[in-house]
Nanobody, 119 residues
Framework: QVQLVESGGGLVQPGGSLRLSCAAS????????MGWDRQAPGKERERVAR???????TYAESVKGRFTISRDNAKNTAYLQMNSLNSEDTAVYYC?????????????WGQGTQVTVSS
């Protein structure tokens, strides 16, 4: 089975930075897309960023210019560099991957990691 393991969340001061990592493991043929969604208290789930196999990226307007998504294909790992964090970035961040395996295509989600921005 394919699984995603997230790391890098935690508590950070306003204006600070964090980098999230999402490592995929298992019988992976290819990953067309990786990215993050987030769920903030009392808010709807939001698509934060996506990166595709060719390197193209998309971002939510709320994070554009502050967050950067990247991936290391050799490590099957995606990264989300988060700068200029503010309280509205506080959320559980969920990594996502679209994965092709030997048995089919699957959408896989990580367990989520908490990001809290507070002074």
């Amino acid at each position: 089975q394919v699984q995603l393991v997230e790391s890098g969340g935690g508590l950070v001061q306003p204006g600070g930075s964090l980098r999230l990592s999402c490592a995929a493991s298992g019988s992976i043929v290819s990953m067309n897309v990786m990215g993050w969604d987030r769920q903030a208290p009392g808010k709807e789930r939001e698509r934060v960023a996506r990166i595709f196999s060719g390197g193209s990226t998309t971002y939510a307007e709320s994070v554009k210019g502050r967050f950067t998504i990247s991936r290391d294909n050799a490590k099957n790992t995606a990264y989300l560099q988060m700068n200029s964090l503010n309280s509205e970035d506080t959320a559980v961040y969920y990594c996502k991957a679209g994965v092709l395996t030997g048995t089919g295509y699957f959408e896989v989600w990580g367990q989520g990691t908490q990001v809290t921005v507070s002074s």
